[in-house]
């Protein structure tokens, strides 16, 4: 059996009035069409990481609409996970090339989650594998009345050859692809079918739920921030394509000019990622000594609410990724009003327009010249986060994303139609609530 992940409930009628009218209007006129659809998520970890956070809302909001929908995971252990790591990162461009032992290690393992998912694969109408983990279970596994789709969150536009032509021909076996930016597709893709939108944050979560200042104060100053100094913040997993030591590099630039400024780099180490201890540990290195900086990270209990409370209160958040596919942190702390200098990589320009949301920036001169520029410019940081604010409110909360699924599983269920079904009735009391505004 594969690992089901327990969502919980989630209502669309509680984004009205968060969200724009007009998405939420759109989705329940869609939904109509998709109910009683059986739907699975399938990823390689429940925390830790961009895809997950997607996916705890997104699975249940299929729910609240009518679909049937499950989020499982793929087994696997370190050595399997050791593998991915180098996969991602290979088609993500790293140089290097898988040895024969790794290639049998990855496909031994992939074999035994593809078995379980034939298993319990309880009649799937779509399947969404995301990200390289998973993704050669569609060739693998012989569900072949599902329609399988490949959701790449990476950025696959200049793979490393030896990675891709591995990966390459087991990618066939699906119906269709979707990547964040039309830039991501790769070279010789083998399918015809291939969708391009980014992802979405969850304005509801309590990553992102507006907190009382006052708690938000008292949550910093538990974790050891100061919050009567100013603040920089970075939040992201220790991974080489973040940047944590450039950010570094362009924080100690800027100390001389504000003697006071505090930098916290906040890392979340997760199953799937075993490099990212090496990563955490160079970073500790780098900062050892200076009480500063603050290196946090989900082992000492810097989840949600303390990244919320981070994002909210930072004089300014910086995303100095070298490679990217989308990086909510950019959005989520956008959406809190606060300014973003990202690197100008993947999806992160997407969110940050000309004059909207923060400053993008090449290296870690720029960084640090834009970080002074914005510390030393309060009303510049403000003007930016709030026409942010509202580029992301329209662009990229989760019933943007949410409609651009089902408007795929429409588009794929027109091409070949899906069995009859028992509906299931979405909830009057739901759709009146999303009616009455
Ligand atoms: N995140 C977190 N704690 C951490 C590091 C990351 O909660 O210590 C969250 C972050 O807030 C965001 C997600 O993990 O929601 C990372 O997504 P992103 O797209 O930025 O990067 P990815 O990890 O997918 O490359």
């Known amino acids: 059996m594969l690992d089901v992940v327990d969502v919980g409930k989630r209502s669309l009628a509680a984004y009205r009035g968060v969200a724009p009218d007009a998405q939420l209007d759109e989705l329940l006129r869609l939904s109509d069409r998709l109910r009683g659809a059986r739907c699975m998520h399938l990823s390689a970890t429940s925390y830790g990481g961009g895809v997950s956070e997607i996916l705890r809302t997104l699975v249940p909001l299929y729910n609240d609409l009518g679909l049937n929908a499950d989020w499982k995971l793929i087994h696997g252990d370190e050595a399997f996970f050791q593998v991915t790591k180098r996969i991602h990162n290979g088609l993500q461009g790293a140089p290097g090339e898988l040895s024969e032992t790794e290639k049998s290690l990855y496909l031994a393992t992939s074999h035994r989650n593809a078995s379980r998912l034939i298993n319990d694969s309880e009649d799937y109408d779509f399947i969404f594998v995301h990200d390289p ?208 200098i990202g690197g100008r990589v993947g999806g992160i320009p997407l969110q940050l327009p000309d004059d909207t949301g923060g400053l993008l920036v090449d290296t870690e001169e720029e960084c640090a010249e834009a970080l002074l520029r914005l510390l030393r410019q309060p009303e510049e940081a403000r003007l930016l986060g709030e026409r942010g604010r509202e580029y992301v409110r329209q662009n990229f909360l989760m019933p943007r994303l949410l409609l651009d699924h089902l408007r795929l599983l429409d588009h794929l269920a027109t091409a070949r139609p899906l069995p009859p079904r028992d509906i299931v009735p979405v909830s009057l009391v739901q759709a009146a609530g999303l009616a009455g505004g």
Do not use: M
């Open 133 to 340: 983990q998973p993704a050669v279970l569609a060739a693998l596994s012989s569900l072949r009345d599902s329609r399988w789709i490949w959701r790449c969150h990476i950025d696959t536009s200049h793979p490393n050859p030896s990675f891709w032509e591995f990966l390459h021909p087991y990618l066939s076996a699906y119906d269709a692809a979707v990547f964040t930016l039309q830039d991501f597709i790769p070279p010789r893709l083998p399918l015809q079918d291939v969708h391009v939108y980014p992802p979405a944050i969850d304005p509801l979560s309590p990553k992102n739920y507006p907190l009382p200042e006052e708690l938000a104060r008292h949550v910093l100053e538990w974790i050891g921030i100061r919050t009567h100094r100013p603040l920089v913040t970075q939040v992201g997993r220790f991974d080489r394509w973040k940047d944590p030591l450039g950010v570094v590099h362009a924080y100690q630039r800027v100390r001389p000019h504000v003697p006071d400024l505090q930098l916290a780099l906040v890392g979340s180490l997760a199953l799937d990622d075993p490099e990212g201890w090496e990563v955490y540990e160079e970073v500790r290195a780098a900062t050892a000594g200076d009480s500063l900086i603050h290196v946090l990270t989900n082992l000492v209990g810097v989840g949600n609410i303390e990244v919320n409370a981070l994002q909210a209160r930072s004089d300014v958040v910086v995303q100095k990724s070298l490679r990217e596919g989308f990086g909510l942190v950019v959005s989520e702390a956008v959406w809190k009003g606060t300014p973003v």
